[in-house]
T-cell receptor, first 110, second 119 residues
């Protein structure tokens, strides 16, 4: 069964600190792995997309990693800001069928 | 990046009425659009795939007679929730797929969502 699991479910950190969000996926066939940021009451915004051959991709303070062998991905946020408070969703693409994770709710406190 | 405009942002309606939600691609043509719903603290659930000029493809468990999708042009798809009931209250989001032919890749761009509250 295709599925995506994310951890932790929620996370609270202080402004300026770093954090890492985890994603384990089981999809076949595998096309790519995506990370989205979703602010409350808004649509998701793409952060990164990684194919099988890519093991790291950065977008500003966001760095995603992908281990296709262990089927794990992580999203690292550096020097967090208050505006980083949002849900971060990991999505596995299986031939254009998107398998959505439940997301990690991140709260940045001043 | 490409812009997807979704309206309205929020709507409150009485039980039994119908509500139409619009999704427009502003600076590109979208042959394929997707409609999702999202309940509080849950991730997006795909409802249907909307293809321009043809019938939408609905996911299992989604009533096509209740959630009418029209994709009459390359820039507009609409979702109509017919005879809405309180259990239809949810956050509805559309997205459009953009292909980058020169790079052989594609991206999804999402609308800002519509919060539907049925009284």
């Amino acid at each position: 069964k295709n599925q995506v699991e994310q951890s932790p479910q929620s996370l609270i950190i202080l402004e300026g600190k770093n954090c890492t969000l985890q994603c384990n996926y089981t999809v076949s066939p595998f096309s790519n792995l995506r990370w989205y940021k979703q602010d409350t009451g808004r649509g998701p915004v793409s952060l990164t997309i990684m194919t099988f051959s890519e093991n790291t991709k950065s977008n500003g303070r966001y760095t995603a990693t992908l281990d296709a062998d262990t089927k794990q991905s992580s999203l690292h946020i550096t020097a967090s800001q208050l505006s980083d408070s949002a849900s971060y969703i990991c999505v596995a693409d299986s031939n254009y069928q998107l398998i959505w994770g439940a997301g990690t709710k991140l709260i940045i406190k001043p | 990046g490409a812009v997807v405009s979704q309206h309205p942002s929020w709507v409150i309606c009485k039980s039994g009425t119908s509500v139409k939600i619009e999704c427009r691609s502003l600076d590109f043509q979208a042959t394929t659009m997707f409609w999702y719903r999202q309940f509080p603290k849950q991730s997006l659930m795909l409802m249907a795939t909307s293809n321009e000029g043809s019938k939408a493809t609905y996911e299992q468990g989604v009533e096509k007679d209740k959630f009418l999708i029209n994709h009459a042009s390359l820039t507009l798809s609409t979702l109509t929730v017919t005879s809405a009931h309180p259990e239809d209250s949810s956050f509805y989001i559309c997205s459009a797929r953009v292909y980058f032919g020169d790079r052989g890749s594609e991206k999804l761009f999402f609308g800002s969502g519509t919060q539907l509250s049925v009284l």
